[in-house]
């Protein structure tokens, strides 16, 4: 059933995506309103990113420092900072980062913009909470566009997250990472379980097309020998 999900997704899925957006769309999740750029990952496409909202909706971030890794829209940045967050987005991808531009300006929220390959230009930063919603497709990406969906043949995304992950996280730092029924999920957590982190199942959802999507605490914990 994973290779039909898999499957379904590179032949039909991310090809209609990308068609869909060969011109800027518009998109409005609890009351917030975002432009997509030509490129950029569609928040309304799949469900991850308002998975991720709706859970973090339910917590207290006010004053809170926040990374969003791989902000794509800036969606999840621009209402974890309406709700008082001390807000840095990041992406490794140009467009992504200027559309997140744009939509916080016209948003009229304080965000910190950051381009940097997963935390390459973070330098030792710590934050109380970092989003994660990675790309997991075990392709290279050709394209900048590609980097939002695939990770690398090797997974070298996973490789480079989990070596460099730690650094960032303080004692009490909450780590959340949405995965997919149609991501690899036993070769993502081995990868994270081999550099010292665990993944704790926070909540799940069905949804159309991927299965499930699974919303993960990731924990540091001694590595595996």
Same mark, same amino acid.
């Given at each position: 059933?994973?290779?039909? @999900?898999?499957?379904? %997704?590179?032949?039909? !899925?991310?090809?209609?995506?990308?068609?869909?957006?060969?011109?800027?769309?518009?998109?409005?999740?609890? /009351?917030?309103?975002?432009?997509?750029?030509?490129?950029?990952?569609?928040?309304?496409? @799949?469900?991850?990113?308002?998975?991720?909202?709706?859970?973090?909706?339910?917590?207290? !971030?006010?004053?809170?420092?926040?990374?969003? +890794?791989?902000?794509?829209?800036?969606?999840?940045?621009?209402?974890?900072?309406?709700? /008082? %967050? $001390?807000?840095?987005?990041?992406?490794?991808?140009?467009?992504?980062?200027?559309?997140?531009?744009?939509?916080?300006?016209?948003?009229?929220?304080?965000?910190?913009?950051?381009?940097?390959? $997963?935390?390459?230009?973070?330098?030792?930063?710590?934050?109380?909470?970092?989003?994660?919603?990675? *790309?997991?497709?075990?392709?290279? *990406?050709?394209? =900048?566009? =590609?980097?939002?969906?695939?990770?690398?043949?090797?997974?070298?995304?996973?490789?480079?997250? @989990?070596?460099?992950?730690?650094?960032?996280?303080?004692?009490?730092?909450?780590?959340?990472?949405?995965?997919?029924?149609?991501?690899?999920? =036993?070769? $993502?957590?081995?990868? /994270?379980?081999?550099?010292?982190?665990?993944? =704790? +199942?926070?909540?799940?959802?069905?949804?159309?097309?991927? /299965?499930?999507?699974?919303? @993960?605490? $990731?924990?540091?914990?001694? *590595?595996? %020998?």
């Amino acid at each position: 059933m994973r290779k039909i @999900f898999k499957r379904f %997704a590179s032949f039909f !899925l991310i090809p209609v995506t990308r068609w869909y957006l060969r011109k800027e769309r518009k998109y409005t999740y609890k /009351g917030v309103t975002v432009k997509v750029f030509q490129g950029v990952f569609h928040p309304g496409f @799949f469900y991850s990113t308002r998975f991720l909202i709706d859970f973090l909706l339910t917590q207290s !971030l006010r004053h809170k420092s926040l990374l969003e +890794l791989g902000c794509g829209t800036g969606l999840i940045s621009i209402i974890c900072a309406q709700m /008082g %967050a $001390i807000v840095t987005a990041s992406d490794v991808s140009q467009q992504a980062i200027a559309n997140t531009s744009t939509n916080v300006m016209s948003n009229q929220v304080s965000v910190e913009i950051i381009n940097s390959d $997963i935390f390459d230009n973070l330098q030792q930063r710590a934050f109380d909470w970092i989003t994660i919603n990675p *790309p997991y497709y075990a392709k290279s *990406p050709k394209t =900048e566009s =590609e980097l939002a969906w695939n990770c690398g043949e090797n997974f070298e995304y996973f490789q480079k997250l @989990f070596q460099n992950l730690g650094s960032h996280m303080h004692t009490d730092t909450n780590t959340i990472m949405v995965l997919t029924l149609g991501s690899d999920l =036993e070769n $993502i957590m081995s990868i /994270g379980q081999r550099n010292g982190f665990q993944f =704790e +199942l926070t909540m799940e959802r069905k949804v159309l097309f991927d /299965g499930k999507d699974f919303l @993960f605490r $990731i924990k540091k914990v001694k *590595p595996v %020998a």
